[in-house]
């Protein structure tokens, strides 16, 4: 890289905007355009996500101030507010969704080879939930949730190698998480976890048709007969059992006539009994158990989302404008996903994001700036190592 370009320049490179101006055209998302493209707004929201602008207002002040170095840093202009308000509200959110899913499939394959805890087998793993980011009805009033408030919920469907979106689908509070089942085509052999939210017999049982399996937390309200028990298990791991069952209630024997495991276990760490579902027979008991145990990786990925991507305060009330910033967040993350492989750095996603949120008018290489840091923490952790010697 040039270390007389701005960092955030050198970030724009990792950007393909020949693939997002095929998404432009897609949807006429230029037409009729005078002030601001769909570039340059892509480009200015991009910004204000990496350097934790929580507004748009905050945006454009911010590029106010550095008009001078615009250009350099790969803008082409500065805005005020409700030109850039405006579009939000107008251009197709379809434009930034497609982008997101480009940058989803250049992404993934980087991280397929990455490790999951305590998990060795060959197949897709996937986590399925779903997080809700609460508003104000008053405000966002297509936007209904729970209780008379508002509420806008981002279902997602997280590949554990490297904790990569795959899926995501943006709705209102109302929208019931075992719905989602049927946007998902589901991949053979792949695994998904998801819990009780997701028991939906009729889904599953259409998931289990096309050859992939699922593991899930049972309601404690299913009625089943059990048919096999395998009593050879190891208690000591936190087993208790491992049974082959069939649905008792005739409704839901007709929505699922297979048979189910069921796997007991608990967790002696949080002092939970835990009874997991599954259609899948081929794994060890205490496999299912950590698999769903890994699910847990989509809950961190949500928390690290809502905390260090701009995306609790939203820059718009329309829903137009509300999934143009949710898909701009989620390509921030799937972009600097890109950088960190691109340069083999050895940070984590956040602590990249921390760097180049303060880093973006410096004229720094970006692989030194990432690299060079990661080789002073490994330094420090192996000093700390021998010190604790």
Same mark, same amino acid.
Not at 74 to 97: C, H, M, P
Not at 138 to 151: D, H, I, P, V
Not at 285 to 304: G, H, M, P, Q, T
């Given at each position: 890289?040039?270390?007389?370009?701005?960092?955030?320049?050198?970030?724009?490179?990792?950007?393909?905007?020949?693939? *997002?101006?095929?998404?432009?055209?897609?949807?006429?998302?230029?037409?009729?355009?005078?002030?601001?493209?769909?570039?340059?707004?892509?480009?200015?929201?991009?910004?204000?996500?990496?350097?934790?602008? =929580?507004?748009?207002?905050?945006?454009?002040?911010?590029?106010?101030?550095?008009?001078?170095?615009?250009?350099?840093?790969?803008?082409?202009?500065?805005?005020?507010?409700?030109?850039? /308000?405006?579009?939000?509200?107008?251009?197709?959110?379809?434009?930034?969704?497609?982008?997101?899913?480009? @940058?989803?499939?250049?992404?993934?394959?980087?991280? %397929?080879?990455?490790?999951?805890?305590?998990? =060795?087998?060959?197949?897709?793993? *996937?986590?399925?939930? /779903?997080?809700?980011?609460?508003?104000?009805?008053?405000?966002?009033?297509?936007?209904?949730?729970?209780?008379?408030?508002?509420?806008?919920?981002?279902?997602?469907?997280?590949?554990?190698?490297?904790?990569?979106?795959?899926?995501?689908?943006?709705?209102?509070?109302?929208?019931?998480?075992?719905?989602?089942?049927?946007?998902?085509?589901?991949?053979?052999?792949?695994?998904?976890?998801?819990?009780?939210? &997701?028991?939906?017999?009729?889904?599953?049982?259409?998931?289990?048709?096309?050859?992939?399996?699922?593991?899930?937390?049972? $309601? =404690? %309200?299913?009625?089943?007969?059990?048919?096999?028990?395998? &009593?050879?298990?190891?208690?000591?791991?936190?087993?208790?059992?491992? $049974?082959?069952?069939?649905? !008792?209630?005739?409704?839901?024997?007709?929505?699922?006539?297979?048979?189910?495991?069921?796997?007991?276990?608990?967790?002696?760490?949080?002092?939970?009994?835990?009874?997991?579902?599954?259609?899948?027979?081929?794994?060890?008991?205490?496999?299912?158990?950590? @698999?769903?145990?890994?699910?847990?990786?989509?809950?961190?990925?949500? !928390?690290?989302?809502?905390?260090?991507?701009?995306?609790?305060?939203?820059?718009?009330?329309?829903?137009?404008?509300?999934?143009?910033?949710?898909?701009?967040?989620?390509?921030? &993350?799937?972009?600097?996903?890109?950088? $960190?492989?691109?340069? !083999?750095?050895?940070?984590?996603? &956040?602590?990249?994001?921390?760097?180049?949120?303060?880093?973006? *008018?410096?004229?720094?290489?970006?692989?030194?700036?990432?690299?060079?840091?990661?080789?002073?923490?490994?330094?420090?952790?192996?000093?700390?190592?021998?010190?604790?010697?």
């Amino acid at each position: 890289m040039n270390a007389g370009k701005y960092v955030f320049s050198q970030v724009l490179d990792f950007v393909n905007k020949y693939e *997002f101006d095929k998404c432009v055209k897609r949807y006429f998302g230029n037409y009729r355009t005078r002030e601001l493209d769909c570039w340059n707004q892509f480009v200015q929201l991009f910004f204000g996500q990496l350097t934790s602008l =929580n507004s748009l207002r905050n945006i454009c002040l911010c590029l106010k101030a550095h008009e001078g170095k615009l250009y350099h840093l790969g803008i082409r202009q500065n805005v005020n507010v409700s030109t850039l /308000s405006r579009a939000n509200e107008k251009r197709d959110w379809r434009i930034f969704a497609d982008f997101g899913n480009i @940058l989803i499939k250049l992404v993934r394959p980087l991280y %397929t080879d990455n490790p999951i805890l305590n998990i =060795n087998l060959d197949n897709e793993i *996937f986590a399925l939930d /779903s997080t809700t980011i609460s508003l104000s009805i008053n405000l966002f009033t297509w936007a209904e949730g729970k209780y008379s408030r508002g509420a806008v919920k981002v279902h997602t469907l997280l590949d554990l190698h490297g904790n990569i979106p795959t899926f995501i689908h943006i709705t209102d509070g109302r929208y019931n998480d075992s719905n989602i089942l049927d946007e998902i085509t589901p991949v053979p052999d792949a695994i998904y976890l998801m819990d009780k939210a &997701y028991i939906d017999f009729l889904a599953l049982y259409r998931m289990h048709l096309t050859g992939a399996f699922f593991v899930s937390r049972a $309601k =404690n %309200t299913m009625r089943y007969d059990i048919t096999e028990q395998n &009593y050879n298990i190891d208690e000591t791991t936190g087993l208790r059992a491992d $049974k082959t069952v069939i649905l !008792k209630v005739a409704k839901s024997k007709k929505l699922y006539p297979e048979k189910l495991r069921l796997v007991e276990f608990y967790d002696a760490e949080t002092d939970n009994y835990l009874v997991f579902l599954s259609n899948n027979f081929e794994v060890s008991a205490l496999d299912i158990a950590n @698999l769903y145990k890994n699910r847990w990786e989509i809950e961190v990925f949500f !928390k690290w989302i809502k905390q260090n991507l701009t995306i609790k305060k939203l820059w718009g009330y329309s829903e137009n404008a509300v999934k143009i910033h949710i898909w701009i967040a989620i390509c921030t &993350y799937l972009i600097v996903a890109n950088i $960190k492989h691109a340069l !083999k750095s050895t940070l984590s996603i &956040y602590e990249i994001m921390q760097i180049l949120s303060i880093s973006a *008018f410096d004229k720094i290489s970006i692989r030194e700036l990432l690299t060079v840091q990661s080789q002073i923490n490994q330094d420090v952790k192996k000093q700390l190592t021998l010190f604790d010697c």
